[in-house]
């Protein structure tokens, strides 16, 4: 159980680290390097959907002789609805935009700006708490090495994500330690969403390989839906494809060795 605790902590405390680079670095991060670290963060979320979620989640419907691709399917189709949402839902407001999104609120830009980050790590939290939900339950075919590894590609994506959402309320005149505390709140709905999982996976097992496929879908809304359309905003650039092609390899590269 210490290991688990500690897996589920690993993302938020990638989202704090990068939180702190408010105080180390000057107002703005350079577009170029916004664009390089948007694209990792798509590439190391798209191998961990596959990866850890989609092909565990066919391997373990087959152990339980259920039709390989079907709870794949129906998990991963309400993962973009249930994201798709809570889009529409929670007020957010996206960098760089100036409508924000979602039901109408009198909240300030700051506060809809960390609800853009934390409606991102929502998915995020659930695949983190669903895979070590996996490596819990018997005979899943998901190892603790596996769950691990997702967890640090997840950290991974999240330092930049941490940095990319205080630095601009930097910017916006908010000092360094609420700008640091705003990027590191945004994360902490990833161990709660994680710990949310595990409760409701381990009380119904043969469900899981519908919940993997789930937390897969709504992390690919987010890409699609937020980080490939920014990591290309602009003038044109292939930064972006590059960032992307780092981060998927390196996700790829943790779950199949650690895996």
Do not use: C
């Not at 690993?10 to 704090?16: A, L, Q, V």
């Not at 390989?68 to 407001?93: E, R």
């Not at 699609?224 to 650039?237: D, F, K, V």
Request: zero cysteines.
């Amino acid at each position: 159980m210490k290991n688990i605790a500690i897996g589920l902590l690993i993302p938020f405390i990638g989202t704090t680290i990068g939180s702190a680079m408010v105080f180390f670095m000057r107002n703005k991060i350079n577009r170029k390097v916004e664009r390089l670290l948007l694209g990792f963060a798509a590439g190391v979320m798209i191998a961990a959907s596959i990866w850890s979620l989609i092909i565990p989640s066919m391997d373990m419907a087959e152990q339980q002789g259920k039709t390989t691709w079907v709870p794949a399917a129906i998990g991963f189709s309400l993962g973009i609805l249930f994201l798709l949402l809570l889009d529409h839902i929670i007020p957010h407001l996206h960098l760089k935009k100036n409508k924000p999104e979602g039901i109408k609120a009198k909240l300030k830009n700051s506060t809809m700006m960390v609800l853009a980050v934390t409606l991102h790590n929502i998915p995020e939290g659930m695949a983190a708490g669903v895979v070590f939900a996996g490596a819990m339950a018997q005979n899943s075919g998901i190892t603790l090495a596996g769950a691990l590894a997702l967890a640090i590609g997840i950290a991974i994506q999240n330092f930049p994500e941490g940095a990319i959402i205080s630095m601009p309320l930097k910017a916006e005149g908010i000092s360094k330690p609420k700008a640091f505390i705003y990027g590191m709140l945004s994360g902490i709905v990833e161990p709660i969403a994680a710990i949310i999982t595990i409760l409701f996976t381990s009380t119904v097992t043969p469900i899981l390989p519908y919940i993997l496929a789930f937390a897969a879908g709504a992390m690919i809304y987010v890409v699609i839906e937020e980080l490939i359309p920014e990591a290309q905003e602009g003038e044109h650039s292939d930064i972006g494809t590059i960032g992307f092609a780092i981060g998927f390899v390196l996700m790829m590269v943790l779950d199949i060795a650690l895996g």
